[in-house]
T-cell receptor, first 113, second 114 residues
Framework: AQTVTQSQPEMSVQEAETVTLSCTYD???????LFWYKQPPSRQMILVIR??????QNATENRFSVNFQKAAKSFSLKISDSQLGDAAMYFC??????????FGGGTRLMVKP | NAGVTQTPKFQVLKTGQSMTLQCAQD?????MSWYRQDPGMGLRLIHY???????DQGEVPNGYNVSRSTTEDFPLRLLSAAPSQTSVYFC?????????????FGPGTRLTVL
């Protein structure tokens, strides 16, 4: 079985500052994909960033980047220049060839003006 | 494109009642799935489908049935509702039949079982 752990139930960041959300995972597969999803109060799940395990280069999407440490099974999300609209629940997720997408418990991010 | 749509948005059931949550997508996606989200937890996979006529169980399938007669629709049936099924249900789809592509989520259905 694969697991995803987010050890920070809540995080807070000042507007325009940088914040890093942690995620660790466990899987016996060598080929898998990692995702960060954002869930605002509207409950819609929005893909933030995606990382293929076979790629060594860390994925980036504008202000969002990841630090993917495959040996340590760590996949953290860095948000730069935080904006009020970034406030949401963030979920880390792991997908492998068994067609299972496993989510972590989530981190609530608060952005202070 | 409407994307992934779910109906109803809210539903209250009594224990033992049955109902169907509807999910449809207009993106011609092969992969569709159902998740439930309980308070303070991430999403857990109930059932998924890699194409019309093909379904499989996820992490928490008990008490739920699915079918996939068309590419567009993937209804979730609660056979005999129980209070433990009170949750928010999300349907998702992706182009890749293996689900490795971006998953698009519907807006969710909040279900309460009394």
């Amino acid at each position: 079985a694969q697991t995803v752990t987010q050890s920070q139930p809540e995080m807070s960041v000042q507007e325009a500052e940088t914040v890093t959300l942690s995620c660790t995972y466990d899987t016996s597969e060598s080929d898998y994909y990692l995702f960060w999803y954002k869930q605002p109060p509207s409950r819609q799940m929005i893909l933030v960033i995606r990382q293929e395990a076979y790629k060594q280069q860390n994925a980036t999407e504008n202000r969002f980047s990841v630090n993917f440490q495959k040996a340590a099974k760590s996949f953290s999300l860095k948000i730069s220049d935080s904006q009020l609209g970034d406030a949401a629940m963030y979920f880390c997720a792991l997908y492998n060839a068994g067609n299972m997408l496993t989510f972590g418990g989530g981190t609530r991010l608060m952005v202070k003006p | 494109n409407a994307g992934v749509t779910q109906t109803p948005k809210f539903q209250v059931l009594k224990t033992g009642q049955s109902m169907t949550l509807q999910c449809a997508q207009d993106m011609n996606h092969e992969y569709m799935s159902w998740y439930r989200q309980d308070p303070g937890m991430g999403l857990r996979l109930i059932h998924y489908s890699v194409g019309a006529g093909i379904t499989d169980q996820g992490e928490v399938p008990n008490g739920y049935n699915v079918s996939r007669s068309t590419t567009e629709d993937f209804p979730l049936r609660l056979l005999s509702a129980a209070p433990s099924q009170t949750s928010v249900y999300f349907c998702a789809s992706s182009y890749s039949p293996t689900g490795t592509d971006t998953q698009y989520f519907g807006p969710g259905t909040r279900l309460t079982v009394l």
